[in-house]
């Protein structure tokens, strides 16, 4: 029997739009070891974030027809194995791009506005200590976006009406609604930056202990990319230690979930959301519509809207959908 398997439970309304393909089966963990063995009977596969779906997991499913990603990072699918087979691999560029950028700002202005250390004063019946927590200011700030794409040109398109100037880092944009910078340049001059770039093999480690060093003192830093991109945690708290970041927020981390005996986490100058600020209830809704779209439209031999190797369809009948090697 045909089945539909996902890493992780899907939201509605991807349950009933895969209904008629095959019995949904949930995989109870995301490693290769509980993947491999349900794959067998397998047409379709969706890969929730902090899963991994390697060469093993793909050649143990010869009746795989389309692997679907819920999410814009396909760095955790190998898709040079999946396109070997001819398999699309179906992702949600757009769904979830509005809520990313809007947990950047929201991040950005908690350890701007120190919101943790006045709750906590507040809590703690320390009124004085209005006049000892330094708040700062959004506006006449730079904020240096790493990565403009979908969710950089959202973000910064939310910043501006703060009246901060925006700068951006990306050897591929071509922009014209914004300064673009080379990555040093931008660690120099931005008191806030915010990471948005895509893992791959040229961004690994991006941000290490000589780049921090160019921020100027007291800058703060907000990761809602992949966690992969921060060479290590000990170069943020060296980091912070110094003064050179007054703040640290943290949606991703490498690896999910992290290792919370790292004294990074003990640090109250440092927010932490687990994977989280990308999957609001609109969010959701889309990602998880636009990933079972995408999964179904293979599934009926058409292509879908977002797929990450386009070169499956590279052939003659490409309008008949992509050749299954098995």
Known sequence: MATVVATGPLAPPAPALLAGFGELVVASAGEEEALVPLVGDAVALVVRGGSRVGARVIEAAPSLRVIGRSGVGVDEVDVAAATRRGIPVVFTPEAGAQAVAEGALALTLALAKRLPALDRAVREGRWSARDEIPIGDLE???LGIVGYGRIGRRLAALARPFGMEVVAADPYARAADIELVGL????????????????????????????????????????????????????LLAALESGRLAGVGLDVFDPEPPDLSHPLFRRRDVLLSPHALGMSARAKERIFREVAEGVAAVLRG????????????ASADRDAGPRRRV
């Open 140 to 142: 006449g700030a730079t």
């Open 302 to 313: 058409e292509r879908p809207a977002a797929v990450a190797n386009p070169e499956v369809y």
């Open 184 to 235: 040093a340049e931008l660690f120099g001059r931005s008191a806030f930056v915010s990471l948005h770039a895509p893992l791959t093999p040229e961004t690994h480690g991006l941000v290490d202990a000589s780049l921090l060093e160019r921020l100027p003192p007291g800058a703060v830093l907000v990761n809602l990319a992949r966690g992969a991109l921060v060479r290590s945690l000990d170069d």
